[in-house]
């Protein structure tokens, strides 16, 4: 009888460390995919925030280039001016892809509204009459394009 008693515990321990030993494996399995998918969104809105700010400084760059020969007459050529447009729409439009990707990935609703305050920003440079309308529209948008990344940096921190 002593032995028959001595194999049901030791069954039922045997058992018991199995779901124990489970439990345990399961609950860090779980705790390390948490991580990892923590980590791959980090690393996607470190991406997304990155390629948005310089989108948006490229397509800047590119909305000036349009609005240079405009207004100080460098060239006389229209096919000129519109490849220049061409080129500022292009830029715009990959912009726009950069700013839908944030959009997607990021969980605070300010930061979308930044990006499209910069955007809109970026916007207005060609619509600057002379010099000094073109410079405020500049450091408008440079500000908000910095202020962008500024207030992205805390959704890309480590916790």
Known sequence: MVVVV????????????????????????????????????????????????????????GQMDYWYPRHDGRTDDPADLHELRREAQRLRAGAMEAMFRVELLTDAPALPALAR???????????????????????ASRTLIHEFIAASRPHVQLP
């Open 6 to 61: 001595t194999s049901v515990i030791a069954v039922l321990g045997t058992l018991l460390g199995a779901s124990l030993s489970h439990l345990l494996q399961s609950r860090t399995t779980a705790r390390s995919e948490r991580f990892a998918r923590g980590e791959r969104l980090r690393q996607e809105r470190i991406d997304a925030y990155c390629t948005f700010g310089g989108a948006l400084a490229n397509y800047r760059r």
């Open 117 to 139: 305050r910069a955007m809109d920003a970026v916007d207005r440079i060609p619509r600057a009459g002379d010099r000094d309308e073109l410079e405020i529209a500049r450091n």
